[in-house]
């Protein structure tokens, strides 16, 4: 697939979406919003991927539109987007791979809504975090008032929203919002680490963890529970199971096919 303001990348089970307009900071724009849809599109069926990495190019993750470029008139269809592309945060929630936002800069605006819609957050220490929308006179999109409220509670997503202050690596993780924070030296090395951690588990455990998280945000915990056990019995009577329980016995790392 041939992208102009991404790039997606897919070795065997893992797959990194790169936004890149470094030159404008990664800066959200139309195209981009249009593109990043059908890349994870495209990555959510594909069953051989267990792992999509979403990280910025150059020093920034994504502050936000791009406000030299939204509204602009085109007459190239690639450049304008329509509302269906708005679900990429949907497709980071809910697409079976698990979803990894490395923040590796400003993360602002839309970016924040996209880094809040994947699984897992996971920032440099000179990164830095607004939610911005007041500030241009918006409300607001990319789900984040769905998303944040579930990350770090409804009184300080309000908060974070209606203040619009920055807020630094080391606060989003004191509130919830990302969970380890590297020095941005090690970023890089330490986010592959996380991958490779991620990769080394069962595939199968790995994607019925996240459709239990997603299945749990809308059922009553009876159902839920039904849900769960019914799921659990299957995957402990499988062989992922059971090579993780003779690797423990014999002290190693278990091996799992697909």
């Known amino acids: 697939m041939n992208f102009k303001t991404i790039q997606l990348s897919v070795e065997g089970p893992r797959a990194t979406l790169l936004l890149n307009r470094p030159e404008n900071r990664n800066g959200m724009t139309n195209r981009m919003v249009r593109e990043a849809h059908e890349a994870l599109t495209a990555v959510a069926n594909d069953s051989n991927v267990r792992v999509l990495l979403l990280t910025g190019a150059g020093s920034s993750f994504c502050p936000g539109a791009d406000l030299n470029q939204i509204g602009k008139p085109s007459n190239d269809p690639q450049e304008s987007c329509e509302q269906v592309h708005f679900q990429v945060p949907v497709l980071l929630h809910e697409m079976p791979q698990l979803t990894l936002a490395a923040v590796n800069g400003a993360c602002a605006g839309a970016g924040f809504g996209w880094a809040c819609g994947c699984d897992i957050r996971v920032a440099c220490e000179t990164a830095m975090f607004n939610t911005a929308f007041l500030n241009v006179a918006l409300a607001g999109d990319m789900g984040l008032p769905w ?23 080391r606060e989003a993780h004191r509130i919830g919002l990302v969970a380890r924070v590297f020095s941005d030296n090690r970023f890089s090395d330490e986010v592959e680490e996380l991958v490779q951690q991620f990769l080394n588990r069962s595939p199968t455990a790995l994607s019925v963890m996240k459709a239990h998280y997603n299945a749990a945000e809308s059922m009553p915990m009876s159902d839920y529970v039904d849900l769960e056990t019914e799921r659990h019995q299957k995957i402990a009577s499988g062989k992922h199971a059971a090579e993780a329980f003779k690797a423990f016995v014999e002290k190693r790392k278990p091996e799992f096919d697909d």
Do not use: H, I, M
């Open 147 to 169: 998303s944040l409220p579930r990350l770090v509670g409804a009184a300080k997503a309000r908060e974070l929203s209606f203040f619009t202050q920055k807020f630094d690596a």
